[in-house]
C-alpha cells in the first residue's frame, strides 16, 4: 500500500533525448558542452505561474519507518518564534502553504477546521509559510481563521531542512508526523478534510 | 534490405575506413523465406535496428513525436493549461492523457523511440570499433606474388644475394617504422595504423556521447527563478518558479545552495542613435553553497554564470517589480510586497502586471497596471521613452469581487481572471511613488510606495556537459587522425635473375587515398633500398 517515497514528485521531461537527434547526425563534428548560454532579455523565462505544483498524491510511510523530521525553528507570522521540536511526542500535521497560492487557499478552511477539531487532543498544526510577505500572510490567517501558528521562510531555509528526509515537492505539501517524530504521511496537492483526517488517526492510531 | 544501405558508413572517416575493408566483414544475410529460425529473425531484427534507415527513421520520428508537445499544453509546463483544456474539451481530453499527449517527454512511445534510436546508434558503432581495434592491431598481409602490379612499383637489380637484399630493406623500413611481416624472398611493411586508432577513437568517442548526453538527460535538471533585489531563495523545488528535472532526479538530489540578489543595476546608453540600448546588466549576488557554508560574494552578468556545486546559475532577465501596499475596507494591511512586473516592450520597458489581493475584506482586490520607468506625456498618453527609471510612474485598473482563487485551477500571477471582478471607478491617473488611489465604496487604499528591480536566472545541472566536452573533443581528434593519416604498404619481394644478378622488385600501395602524396614517400624509399643494397633501377613505374 505504501509508495515509495519521492514516486509522486515528477514534473516535467525535457525535451533530452532531441539531443541525441542532434548526435545521429553529428558525423562530425560534437556540438556539445555549451548547453545554457544565455542572452539578457527583457522578459523572463517563465511559465507565467510563477511556481511549481507537485503532481498531487498521498505518500504513507509504515510505522516507524517513515524518515525523521529536521530540527526546524524559525520565527512565526505575525511575530515570536517557534522550534518544531517543541511539539515532539504529538502527532504533528505541517503543511507548507503561502497566500497566493489557489489550491493552498482551498485546503485551508479544512485545514483549519481539523485544527479546531484535533487542538484539544493533542495534534499539533504548524503551518510552513512559503514565498509570502507578512502583510499577506496575516491576511491570509485571518480572513481563513486560522488559530495555529506559521513558521515564516521567505529563504527557503525551512524547506531546505527538510531536502535530506521528505522534501516538499510542490506548494501545497503537507507532512503527518507521529508522535515519535517521524513522517507518516506526506500529501502532495490540495488535502480535502476527510482524506488528512483519516491520515491524521492513522498517525494517533500509531503505537508510540 | 539490401547490404549497402547498412549503416556501415558513419562519418567521413568510417566511410574511407569501409573502403578499404572492401566488404564488411558482416555475417552474410540469412537465406530468405521460411528457413530464417528464431536465431535467424533475431539477427535480422537486429540489423534492421542497427540500419542507417531505421536510425534516420527514429530521428525524424523522435522529431515529429515532440510536435505534440508544441501543440498542446504540457502537465509539467502549465499545469493551468491542461485543466482549462480539460474544462473545454470534454470529451477528447481524457483520450489525449491516455495517450500521454499531455506529458509528451515522459511519454513512454516517446522513450521508446529515443531508446531505440540509442540502442541504433550504439549497435552500429559498437561492432564498428570491435573492427576498427582488430583492424588496428593486424599484421600487414603477404606480399603478393607479382609485386609489380602494384599501383607503385620499381625493379632493381643489385649485386648482393636475395637474403642480403631483403635485409637491406628490412633495415630501412624498419628505421622508417613500418610494421613488418617477412616471408620466405619477401617483406611486407605497413604504416599508418594510427588511422585506425583515430578512427577508433572518433567510434569510441561517438558511445561516449551518447552516454553524456543519457547522463545529463538522467541526472540533470533545469530551473528558473525570478528574484526581487533585496530577497533570498534556496535551491529547492518549493522556490522554484520552473522545474524541468531529468529521469532520475528527486527533489531530494536539488545541490542546497542559497542565492540573494543584493542589487540589480542595468546601464543604458543615454544619448545618441543608441539611445536606450542597454550596456551592462549587473546582479550583485550573494551565494552559499549550502546551509551554515559561508556567504560568498559573486558578480552575474551575461553569460558570465556563476558556479556553484557543479550548478551552472545564468543571468537571463531583469525588470521592475513596483511596491504596492493595500489597505482594506477594515482598515488592515493585507499587502505589502513588491511585484514583478514584465516588460512589454524593450526600449523604454513599459512593464505590465497584475496585484491579486485575495484576503481583503470586504471583497477581494484586484489591479491590472503598467509600470512606466520613464513616462513622458506624449498627447495625452503616458509613454516610458527610457529603460532606466529617471521617472517613474505606475498607471492601474481596480477591480473588485472574486479573484476565482479560492477554488479551481491555479492561476498566472501575471493575470488577472476579470470574470468575477467588476471594474471600479477610479479616475485614471497615474502614481508616483507615494502616491495613492483611494478606492470607493470603502473598498480600501492602494500605494505606489516605490521599485525594486529583479532578475531572473536559469539554473542548470547537467553532469553530462564536461564528458560530453571531453568526447567531443576526441571525436574530433580521432577525425582528423583518421582524416590526415594515409596507410600505405610497401612490398619487396628479391629473387635471382640473370647472371649473378638479384631481381628486387619494391612495390607500394596507399590505401584509403589514392590521390595523395604517396608517390613521392614511395620513390624516397624506393632510393634508400637501392642505396642500402647497392642496386639500379632496371624498370619502374608509378602512377
Known amino acids: ?208 | 534490405m539490401t547490404e549497402t544501405s547498412r549503416m556501415t558508413e558513419t562519418g567521413a572517416a568510417a566511410a574511407e575506413a569501409g573502403q578499404q575493408a572492401a566488404a564488411p566483414p558482416e555475417p552474410t544475410p540469412p537465406p530468405p523465406g521460411p528457413a530464417y529460425g528464431v536465431l535467424g529473425w533475431l539477427r535480422w531484427g537486429w540489423r534492421q535496428l542497427t540500419s542507417m534507415r531505421t536510425a534516420l527513421i527514429l530521428l525524424f520520428l523522435l522529431a515529429v513525436a515532440s510536435v505534440p508537445g508544441s501543440l498542446l499544453p504540457q502537465q509539467g509546463i502549465d499545469p493551468a493549461a491542461v485543466q482549462q483544456y480539460y474544462a473545454s474539451h470534454p470529451g477528447l481530453a481524457p483520450w489525449l492523457a491516455r495517450l500521454s499527449l499531455f506529458n509528451v517527454f515522459a511519454a513512454p512511445w516517446f522513450a521508446a523511440i529515443y531508446l531505440l534510436l540509442f540502442l541504433s546508434l550504439a549497435g552500429c558503432v559498437v561492432p564498428r570499433a570491435y573492427r576498427l581495434a582488430r583492424s588496428a592491431r593486424a599484421l600487414p598481409p603477404p606480399a603478393p606474388r607479382n609485386v609489380a602490379r602494384m599501383p607503385q612499383s620499381v625493379r632493381h637489380q643489385t649485386g648482393q644475394d636475395a637474403a642480403a637484399a631483403l635485409a637491406a630493406a628490412t633495415a630501412v623500413l624498419r628505421r622508417r617504422k613500418f610494421r613488418l611481416r617477412t616471408g620466405d624472398g619477401w617483406v611486407s611493411a605497413e604504416k599508418g595504423y594510427r588511422r585506425e586508432l583515430g578512427n577508433l577513437l572518433f567510434h569510441l568517442a561517438l558511445l561516449g556521447l551518447l552516454g553524456a548526453v543519457a547522463l545529463g538527460g538522467l541526472f540533470g535538471y533545469k530551473a528558473n527563478r525570478l528574484l526581487v533585489s533585496g530577497t533570498s531563495f534556496a535551491n529547492t523545488v518549493t522556490a522554484l518558479d520552473e522545474f524541468h528535472p531529468g529521469r532520475l532526479v528527486s527533489s531530494a538530489d536539488l545541490q542546497p545552495f542559497t542565492i540573494t540578489l543584493n542589487r540589480f543595476a542595468a546601464s543604458y546608453v543615454r544619448s545618441g542613435q543608441l539611445r536606450g540600448q542597454p550596456t551592462s546588466f549587473n546582479a550583485y549576488l550573494s551565494y552559499s553553497a549550502q546551509p551554515g557554508a559561508a556567504n560568498q560574494r559573486y558578480d552575474l552578468r551575461v553569460n558570465h554564470p556563476l558556479n556553484v556545486d557543479g550548478v551552472k546559475v545564468y543571468l537571463i532577465g531583469h525588470g521592475y517589480a513596483p511596491v504596492f501596499k493595500v489597505t482594506d475596507g477594515t482598515g488592515k494591511v493585507v499587502y505589502d510586497q513588491p511585484v514583478p512586473f514584465i516588460a512589454v516592450n524593450t526600449s523604454g520597458l513599459t512593464s505590465e502586471g497584475v496585484v491579486k489581493v485575495p484576503d481583503a475584506k470586504p471583497d477581494q482586490l484586484g489591479f491590472a497596471g503598467v509600470f512606466l520607468p520613464t513616462a513622458v506625456d506624449t498627447g495625452g498618453t503616458l509613454e516610458s521613452v527610457f529603460p532606466a527609471p529617471l521617472n517613474p510612474r505606475v498607471s492601474l485598473i481596480s477591480y473588485k469581487g472574486n479573484l476565482g482563487m479560492n477554488s479551481g485551477p491555479s492561476q498566472s500571477v501575471y493575470a488577472l481572471n476579470t470574470a468575477g471582478l467588476t471594474e471600479l471607478p477610479v479616475a485614471p491617473r497615474p502614481l508616483a511613488p507615494g502616491q495613492s488611489i483611494k478606492l470607493p465604496g470603502g473598498a480600501g487604499t492602494l500605494t505606489f510606495t516605490g521599485y525594486r528591480q529583479w532578475a531572473s536566472l536559469a539554473i542548470t545541472y547537467d553532469p553530462g556537459q564536461l564528458p560530453a566536452l571531453i568526447a567531443g573533443l576526441a571525436a574530433l581528434a580521432g577525425l582528423l587522425l583518421s582524416f590526415f593519416i594515409r596507410r600505405r604498404r610497401m612490398f619487396v619481394r628479391a629473387y635471382p635473375g640473370p647472371g649473378d644478378r638479384t631481381v628486387v622488385d619494391v612495390g607500394g600501395l596507399a590505401r584509403s587515398d589514392p590521390a595523395g602524396g604517396f608517390d613521392e614517400e614511395f620513390s624516397r624509399l624506393a632510393e634508400e633500398f637501392r642505396v642500402a643494397y647497392a642496386g639500379e633501377t632496371s624498370e619502374g613505374k608509378t602512377d
Request: aromatic letters at 6%.
Open chain 1, 1 to 208: 500500500m505504501s509508495r515509495p517515497p519521492h514516486a509522486t514528485s515528477r514534473v516535467t521531461r525535457p525535451g533530452r533525448a532531441v539531443w541525441l537527434g542532434l548526435l545521429a547526425t553529428a558525423s562530425a563534428l560534437a556540438v556539445s558542452g555549451c548547453a545554457g548560454g544565455a542572452i539578457a532579455a527583457s522578459t523572463p523565462a517563465s511559465n507565467g505561474q510563477s511556481f511549481v505544483s507537485g503532481s498531487p498524491g498521498t505518500t504513507l510511510y509504515q510505522a516507524g519507518h517513515g524518515p525523521a523530521v529536521p530540527a526546524v525553528s524559525g520565527p512565526l507570522v505575525g511575530g515570536g518564534r517557534l522550534s518544531l521540536a517543541a511539539d515532539r511526542g504529538h502527532v504533528v500535521v505541517l503543511n507548507f502553504w503561502g497566500s497566493w497560492c489557489t489550491p493552498c487557499r482551498e485546503e485551508a478552511p479544512s485545514l483549519a477546521q481539523l485544527a479546531r477539531q484535533y487542538g484539544g487532543s493533542g495534534v499539533r498544526f504548524l503551518g510552513i509559510d512559503i514565498r509570502d510577505s507578512p502583510a499577506s500572510a496575516e491576511a491570509f490567517m485571518s480572513d481563513f481563521r486560522i488559530s495555529y501558528p506559521s513558521l515564516n521562510d521567505p529563504s527557503d531555509n525551512l524547506a531546505l531542512d527538510f531536502r535530506d528526509t521528505v522534501p516538499p515537492a510542490g506548494i501545497p505539501t503537507t507532512l503527518v508526523i507521529s508522535r515519535s517524530g517521524r513522517i507518516a504521511a506526506r500529501v502532495i496537492g490540495s488535502v480535502t478534510y476527510d482524506g488528512l483526517k483519516s491520515l491524521i488517526q492513522r498517525a494517533v492510531a500509531e503505537p508510540g
